[in-house]
Every structure is written in structure tokens, then in C-alpha cells.
């Protein structure tokens, strides 16, 4: 019998949908901004309503119930928040990812070919990528920082999806598994990320560990490898291609010398004949492999692991400093001792940050260690939530071929993020979340009945409009800030009507009361906002500057006396000199407010 072509649309659209989300989140992920969000979130709900209307319910949806459970968590984390409004986005997230690992269960039957889309897909970013140094119109930025990081906005996040793309490579094997293993050796070297090279280590000693084919995966790897380290090599002798601040002449110049080497380096990797490893010489390679490792630990531990900042140069990589790191996570370890149940909320590790840091060099919004961070901001409950959650996602028992390359995405995204910062970014946890969906869930279908898809559709209606609201209220806030005193007002209005929860819609009345000369007005919705966010520094020392400004250096010092007690350690002229000012006019004795 032959399926109709409606019949086959239905069938595919699990996998179709699922990676054309992917690739939107891989290619317009937009970083850890919000707005992407909100709209593949909404997307994913419309696919999973159309599945349950067209396919049915899959079976799998207990090992996701963690991860549910986490998302609500975060979202109650939201009544007690020092930054309430960034708690609403990192609930939100979590939601989104839930989506995406349930989606992954419609696909639970098609793993196979969700690895080759994945690895089309990852392809096509580090095609997209190099090219960005090739031609430097591109991507124009790399004239201020030469690190690669196009398309998804930061290099370490671009580094990890390297670590993604080297199990499909190994699981590939022939010409497309080597050449996709040398060009994405090629990138994450050009990513300067030190956290991004050990998890490919850890990832590939991974894959040697439990694959059955390990002879064939060594020669992709050493033939995919050697070509990428020779045009890396040579590319860090050209200043327009790994240098920052470089002119466009010596980027456009250098950037075609790049790309021709990549051409020869490609045709290299895909004409050399990969290498038959005997028994004995794999585990001669098996051995150079783990002494080299070994000898790089000795030097780390030897020279020890400073705390303080780096640059963005290629000589980051040498370099055992761990760029505050090991500052934020004890920073993070303080914090929780004093919320260890609750947190101080989802997403406000900022708060946290200037109040223990020790110099306003180490500012930051997360303490780059995913555990940590839950530990700090969702306290005991939302570490255990999130510690349950991945290891029912992780555990998959034993796999092989693509079902192996794609159970290592997850074990690849909670390594790296013990030292970085990839819940932020959607273009790195929505494949991870989705592959491990993918292998959790059966192929087991249960028809579903016209009400429950109604009951569903109104649902997800609902939950769209919870992703939307804060991204509604981000953009009228944005706009208010730069309108003419009337439209700033009604903007800012119906900014706080969708999110009540922001602070800068009340900045932006402050502003058009100013504008319109009414100064006890414009400190009025200064010091709303301190009430709004009480724990947050910025509306304690915008209140201080106004009032500082209209004269009131008595008012102006109480908001002051605030701000020093969040964040004690602020660029002086951040604050700090404003807060001298204010003093020294109090103590004058001429301020009468």
C-alpha cells in the first residue's frame, strides 16, 4: 500500500519541523538576548499542538517531568527575585527547552535521520562561520575582535558546537565525517576556547570508550586533524585573520590567503586515504594521545590557576588563568549560604556578583558554572530539579553508531557549562535538549481526541503569551527610552501593563517628566523603581544622580548610602564619585533637601 502525500507530510513533519527550528536557533538564536526566545518558543508550541492533532501523544513524557517541574520552580522563584524580571526570562527558558526535548519524543523513531539533519546542519553554521574570516564582509566585527564566534554570537558557545559536531563526524567516518571533523577542528581552534578543547577531549575520549569502531573513527580523526592544525598554524601568522583591531586591507588581504589554504586543507582531508590502524597501532595512538593529555595537566597544575583576567588573543590559549572564574563561583558558594533553600532568585546572580565581588573588574551576570549558578539563584531545590532533570535525559543506556553520537550532545552541554555560560544561549541547548529527548522517548503513539487537542491549542495559547509578555515589554521600554515625552509615556505604560516586573518602563516616565520639567515627578518613578527592585543596584543609583541632579544631595545620599551597600566596588566613575559628591555638598550644610 502507498502512503498518500498527505500521509507522508504527516510523517515527516516531526523530523522536518524539529530541525528547522534547530536552525533557526543555530543560525538566529540572536545570543543570550530574549527576543529569539519568545518566538521558537511559540514556534515549538505550534508544532507540538499540530503533532498532537495530526500524530498523537508520544510515550517518554516521564523522563521530562524534572525538567517541567524545574520551569515552574524558576517561575515561583519569581515572587521572592532580586531580579524578578530576569527570574520571568529564566523560567521562560527552561519552558523552552522542555519544548524542545518534547519535541524531540515525536522523533524518538527517526534518530538516524535527525543525526544526518544535525549534522547538515552543523555543516552549514561552520561553513557560514569560516567564511566570515574569508570575507570579512561577513561578519564586520571581526575587525574588533578576531575570535570567531559568527553565527551564534559568542566563541565558547561556537567551541561547543564543535564538541556537538565531533561525535556525528566519528559516527560519519568516510569523506563528509572527515571533512565536517576538519573544519570544525579548524573553528574551535580559531574560538580561542580553552573550555571548548577540553570538552572535545572529554567528548571524544568519550566516544573511544564505547564505540565499537575505533579503528575506523582514529583515522577520520587523525585525517580530519593534522590538515586543521597545519592551516591554524599558519593562520596565526596571519594578523588579519587572528589578530584583533585590524584594519579591512589586511583582513580582506589575509582573509583570502585563509581561505585558500582551507580549500587545500579540505582537499587534503577528503583525498588522503584514511589510514587501516592495526590493533597494535591504535593503541600506540591510544597511548601518544593520553601522555600528550597528560603532560598538558602537568604543565596546568605547575604553573597553578590564577583568577585574574585575560585577553581575547590566541595566546589565551597557553594562559591557566581561569578569568574570575573561581572568583564567581565562590561568589556564587557565598550567595547560596545565605538563601540556601530558595535562592535569591532565577537569573540574579548579578545581585549576588556586586555584593561579594572584591573589584569592579570581575562584574558579571552568571557565575559560569551551570550547578552553581542553579545552586546560588534557585537554592537546594532547584539544583536537585536540575540534577534530576539531565540525568533522566542522560541516562539512555548503552548506545552505538548515530544513537551514541547523539547521546553524547547532552553529557557535551553539562560538561562545557561547568565553566561557561550556555543555558543563555538557545542556539547550543535547544540541539542538546532535543537529541536527548529524542533518544528518551519511544515510538509509541496514543491517538488524541479532538477536545484534548482543543484543551491543548488554548494551553499553548496561553503559554505563548507568557513568552511574549516580556519581550513585548523589553521593546516598548527600548522605545520609550528615545521618544518625545508623550509617546515615551504611553509606551512606557503599556510596557509595564504586559510586564509589570520591569524597572526601565519607570525610567523611561522618569525621563518624560524631566522632559516636560516636573522634577519631583521624574524622583517619584525613580524611587518607584527602588521599591520595585530593591536588591538591584541601578535603581538605587539612578534615584541618587537624579536627585543629585535637582539639587537634593540630602535624598541623593540616602539613595547612595544603598547603592554603595549592593555593589561597594564600582568603576568610581560608576557611582562611587557621585556618592563623594552628594557627601561632600550634605556635609557643606547648604542642601535643604
Known amino acids: 500500500m502507498v502512503a498518500s502525500p498527505q500521509m507522508r507530510a504527516i510523517r515527516e513533519l516531526p523530523l522536518a519541523a524539529s530541525l528547522l527550528l534547530i536552525g533557526l536557533a543555530l543560525f538566529l538564536g540572536g545570543g543570550p538576548r530574549y527576543g529569539s526566545l519568545a518566538w521558537l518558543g511559540g514556534a515549538a508550541l505550534g508544532v507540538i499542538v499540530v503533532l498532537i492533532a495530526t500524530i498523537g501523544i508520544p510515550a517518554g513524557w516521564s523522563r521530562l517531568v524534572p525538567l517541567g517541574a524545574l520551569a515552574a520552580w524558576l517561575a515561583l522563584s519569581i515572587t521572592w527575585s532580586a531580579l524578578p524580571d530576569r527570574s520571568w526570562e529564566y523560567a521562560n527558558r527552561a ?114 570508550a564505547l564505540t565499537d569502531e575505533r579503528a575506523e573513527s582514529a583515522a577520520v580523526l587523525l585525517v580530519g586533524a593534522l590538515p586543521a592544525v597545519a592551516v591554524v598554524g599558519i593562520a596565526f601568522l596571519l594578523p588579519g585573520v587572528t589578530s584583533d583591531g585590524q584594519a579591512s586591507h589586511v583582513r580582506w588581504r589575509d582573509g583570502l590567503i585563509f581561505g585558500a589554504l582551507l580549500v587545500a586543507g579540505a582537499l587534503v582531508a577528503a583525498l588522503v586515504r584514511r589510514p587501516r590502524l592495526s590493533p597494535v597501532a591504535l593503541k600506540r595512538l591510544a597511548i601518544a594521545s593520553a601522555l600528550a593529555v597528560a603532560v598538558g595537566a602537568v604543565v596546568v597544575l605547575a604553573l597553578g590557576g590564577g583568577s585574574g583576567s585575560i585577553g581575547n588573543s590566541g595566546g589565551r590559549l597557553g594562559s591557566t588563568s581561569s578569568n574570575f572564574r573561581t572568583v564567581w563561583w565562590r561568589q556564587a558558594v557565598d550567595g547560596w549560604q545565605h538563601h540556601a533553600l530558595a535562592g535569591t532568585g532565577a537569573g540574579s546572580f548579578h545581585v549576588t556578583n556586586l555584593r561579594y565581588r572584591t573589584t569592579f573588574l570581575d562584574e558579571t551576570t552568571e ?119 508623550a509617546r515615551a509615556e504611553r509606551l512606557a505604560k503599556r ?90 555638598l550634605v556635609n557643606t550644610g547648604k542642601p535643604r533637601c
Open 367 to 485: 557565575p559560569h558554572d551551570l550547578p552553581l549558578q542553579f545552586l546560588s539563584e534557585s537554592g537546594i531545590v532547584g539544583l536537585a530539579l536540575l540534577a534530576v532533570a539531565l540525568a533522566l535525559l542522560l541516562h539512555t543506556g548503552r548506545r552505538r553508531g548515530h544513537e551514541l553520537a547523539l547521546s553524547l550532545l547532552l553529557p557535551a552541554y553539562v560538561v562545557h557549562s561547568l565553566v561557561d555560560i550556555d543555558w543563555d544561549f538557545v542556539a547550543v541547548s535547544a540541539p542538546a535538549f532535543l537529541a536527548a529527548g529524542a533518544l528518551a522517548g519511544r515510538p509509541v503513539l496514543r491517538p488524541a481526541r479532538a477536545f484534548g487537542t482543543l484543551v491543548g491549542a488554548g494551553a499553548a495559547l496561553l503559554a505563548f503569551c507568557v513568552l511574549l509578555l516580556p519581550w513585548l515589554g523589553q521593546r516598548w521600554a527600548a522605545e520609550a527610552s528615545f521618544a518625545a515625552p
Open 95 to 208: 519552558f523552552v527547552y522542555l519544548l524542545f526535548a518534547a519535541l524531540g519524543l515525536w522523533v524518538a523513531g527517526r534518530t538516524r535521520d535527525l543525526a544526518l539533519g544535525l549534522t547538515a546542519l552543523l555543516g552549514a553554521v561552520v561553513t557560514w562561520s569560516l567564511l566570515g574570516k574569508v570575507l570579512p564582509f561577513l561578519y564586520d566585527d571581526y575587525g574588533r575582535i578576531a575570535r570567531l564566534r559568527g553565527p551564534v554570537g559568542l566563541w565558547n558557545q561556537l567551541a561547543l558546537l564543535a564538541d556537538f559536531a565531533l561525535p556525528l563526524a566519528l559516527w560519519r567516518r568516510g569523506r563528509s565525517g572527515t571533512l565536517l571533523a576538519y573544519a570544525w577542528i579548524v573553528a574551535l581552534l580559531l574560538t580561542y576556547s580553552r573550555g571548548g578543547l577540553l570538552t572535545a577531549i572529554v567528548v571524544t575520549v568519550a566516544w573511544f
Open 495 to 584: 510596557a509595564r501593563s504586559v510586564d509589570p516586573l520591569l524597572v526601565e518602563p519607570l525610567w523611561a516616565l522618569a525621563f518624560a517628566e524631566e522632559q516636560r520639567g516636573d522634577d519631583l515627578r521624574s524622583l517619584a518613578y525613580y524611587e518607584q523603581a527602588t521599591r520595585d527592585q530593591p536588591e538591584n543596584a541601578q535603581t538605587w543609583l539612578a534615584a541618587g544622580r537624579f536627585a543629585l541632579q535637582i539639587g537634593c544631595a540630602r535624598r541623593a545620599l540616602q539613595h547612595f548610602y544603598r547603592f554603595v551597600a549592593l555593589d561597594n566596588k564600582a568603576r568610581p566613575s560608576e557611582g562611587p564619585d557621585d556618592y563623594r559628591e552628594a557627601l561632600r
